[in-house]
């Protein structure tokens, strides 16, 4: 059996339904593979900030507020059980659950009449002849190929060899945790620092449950299920119970040349989780519909990676910026300057949910953390001289 679309989309998650979404919109041909059948879960924190929500309406025609379990408007921020510091009326913080957020989308892509072929396993990936094979035994040709299948892209491998980096790649643990055991109600998302190296803990909530998770640089953190049952046992005086998921996470090591010709890669599968925030919806949304803006220009048969490239460099230059603040937040050193900043501060906490509300930008952001640094001239100085560790 055999099948041809102008444009095949690899991953069936928010990058793949955006970029499918603005096809069908455009007039395109386009179908989405995709290994699961949905509803399917996903593990991931479910935050979406009003960044994300801005990027969702220059996309989607359909409001979103039946797949926002829970809306915050602050944060709490912990260093070993103590609140350093809490930010009330604020931005908006969203929280939904992946199981029905992604189906949510890609059900607005099948409206717009993208194709869908689910359930369905790639068995072969042949990008010279432009061909996949599912499990099903159908082929399907394509003129333009969409890598949105995450952070362990068949796509990316096909390209460039690998996925991902295992060097510069993080790592999380989450699991779904009953209300009932926090001793306080938890209307606020919670962000735990000095737990994982180069990364952090969080307690999310949402309709009916709190995410709770960890995760950080993988090469830093060799035993992170230990710390993460640790970290359960102190928040919640219980041990864990229940199943901790796991999987890699793009950590800023995004991809300067996202694709090749006319294959692109968007979302987790080009890396685009931002290293301080965590946040990979938003980005995911907006390269998904980038990518297909640059087929759409390009037109049939021409090569879009060019297009592409021109257009993902607005996320590549907030990306270089979180990379740079990385050595702000995260190293020892700097780590112990941020949290003794944060504690009692009032501008630092506000200015990062300004930050995740696209309120500010990134270099903004940057030079203000920067000046804070800067008032302690003498350990800046041997942070910088460290930066490369």
Same mark, same amino acid.
């Given at each position: 059996?055999?099948?041809?679309?102008?444009?095949?989309?690899?991953?069936?998650?928010?990058?793949?339904?955006?970029?499918?979404?603005?096809?069908?919109?455009?007039?395109?041909?386009?179908?989405?593979?995709?290994?699961?059948?949905?509803?399917?879960?996903?593990?991931? /924190?479910?935050?979406?900030?009003?960044?994300?929500?801005?990027?969702?309406?220059? %996309?989607?025609?359909?409001?979103?507020?039946?797949?926002?379990?829970?809306?915050?408007?602050?944060?709490?921020?912990?260093?070993?059980?103590?609140?350093?510091?809490?930010?009330?009326?604020?931005?908006?913080?969203?929280?939904?659950?992946?199981?029905?957020?992604?189906?949510?989308?890609?059900?607005?892509?099948?409206?717009?009449?993208?194709?869908?072929?689910? /359930?369905?396993? %790639?068995?072969?990936?042949?990008?010279?002849?432009?061909?996949?094979?599912?499990?099903?035994?159908?082929?399907?040709?394509?003129?333009?190929?969409?890598?949105?299948?995450?952070?362990?892209?068949?796509?990316?491998?096909?390209?460039?060899?690998?996925?991902?980096?295992?060097?510069?790649?993080?790592?999380?643990?989450?699991?779904?945790?009953?209300?009932?055991?926090?001793?306080?109600?938890?209307?606020?998302?919670?962000?735990?620092?000095?737990?994982?190296?180069?990364?952090?803990?969080?307690?999310?909530?949402?309709?009916?449950?709190?995410?709770?998770?960890?995760?950080?640089?993988?090469?830093?953190?060799?035993?992170?299920?230990?710390?993460?049952?640790?970290?359960?046992?102190?928040?919640?005086?219980?041990?864990?119970?229940?199943?901790?998921?796991?999987?890699?996470?793009?950590?800023?090591?995004?991809?300067? %040349?996202?694709?090749?010709?006319?294959?692109?890669?968007?979302?987790?599968?080009?890396?685009?989780?931002?290293? %301080?925030?965590?946040?990979?919806?938003?980005?995911?949304?907006?390269?998904?519909?980038?990518?297909?803006?640059?087929?759409?220009?390009?037109?049939?048969?021409?090569?879009?990676?060019?297009?592409?490239?021109?257009?993902?460099?607005?996320?590549?230059?907030?990306?270089?910026?979180?990379?740079?603040?990385?050595?702000?937040?995260?190293?020892?050193?700097?780590?112990?300057?941020?949290?003794?900043?944060?504690?009692?501060?009032?501008?630092?906490?506000?200015?990062?949910?300004?930050?995740?509300?696209?309120?500010?930008?990134?270099?903004?952001?940057?030079?203000?953390?920067?000046?804070?640094?800067?008032?302690?001239?003498?350990?800046?100085?041997?942070?910088?001289?460290?930066?490369?560790?």
């Amino acid at each position: 059996m055999k099948r041809h679309h102008q444009v095949l989309i690899i991953g069936a998650g928010p990058a793949g339904s955006a970029a499918a979404h603005t096809l069908a919109r455009g007039g395109v041909d386009v179908a989405l593979v995709d290994k699961a059948r949905f509803p399917r879960d996903k593990l991931c /924190g479910g935050l979406l900030t009003l960044r994300c929500r801005k990027v969702y309406r220059s %996309i989607f025609d359909a409001p979103w507020e039946e797949v926002i379990g829970h809306v915050s408007t602050g944060v709490k921020f912990l260093h070993g059980g103590r609140v350093l510091n809490e930010v009330r009326g604020a931005s908006q913080l969203f929280f939904t659950r992946r199981l029905n957020f992604d189906h949510f989308l890609l059900e607005q892509a099948v409206a717009r009449g993208a194709v869908t072929y689910l /359930g369905a396993a %790639i068995v072969d990936l042949d990008l010279s002849v432009k061909s996949c094979r599912l499990d099903s035994g159908l082929e399907i040709g394509f003129d333009a190929l969409i890598g949105a299948d995450g952070v362990n892209s068949l796509v990316a491998k096909c390209l460039f060899g690998r996925s991902f980096d295992p060097e510069r790649v993080a790592f999380a643990l989450e699991m779904e945790v009953d209300p009932a055991r926090s001793a306080a109600r938890v209307d606020d998302p919670e962000i735990h620092f000095g737990l994982a190296r180069w990364g952090y803990a969080w307690v999310f909530p949402k309709k009916d449950t709190l995410t709770v998770g960890i995760g950080g640089l993988l090469a830093r953190n060799p035993d992170l299920k230990t710390t993460f049952r640790r970290f359960h046992l102190e928040r919640f005086g219980v041990e864990a119970q229940g199943r901790i998921r796991g999987h890699h996470l793009p950590f800023g090591d995004y991809r300067s %040349i996202p694709g090749r010709g006319n294959v692109l890669l968007c979302g987790d599968a080009a890396g685009l989780v931002e290293p %301080i925030t965590g946040e990979g919806i938003a980005f995911a949304l907006h390269s998904g519909r980038l990518a297909a803006e640059a087929l759409i220009e390009a037109g049939a048969g021409a090569v879009a990676l060019a297009g592409y490239r021109a257009r993902y460099r607005e996320i590549a230059a907030d990306f270089d910026h979180a990379r740079r603040l990385r050595y702000l937040l995260f190293p020892d050193l700097s780590e112990r300057l941020f949290l003794k900043a944060l504690h009692g501060a009032k501008s630092l906490p506000r200015k990062h949910l300004e930050l995740m509300a696209d309120e500010i930008g990134y270099g903004e952001y940057f030079r203000y953390l920067l000046a804070s640094a800067a008032r302690h001239p003498g350990r800046l100085f041997h942070l910088l001289a460290r930066r490369g560790q």
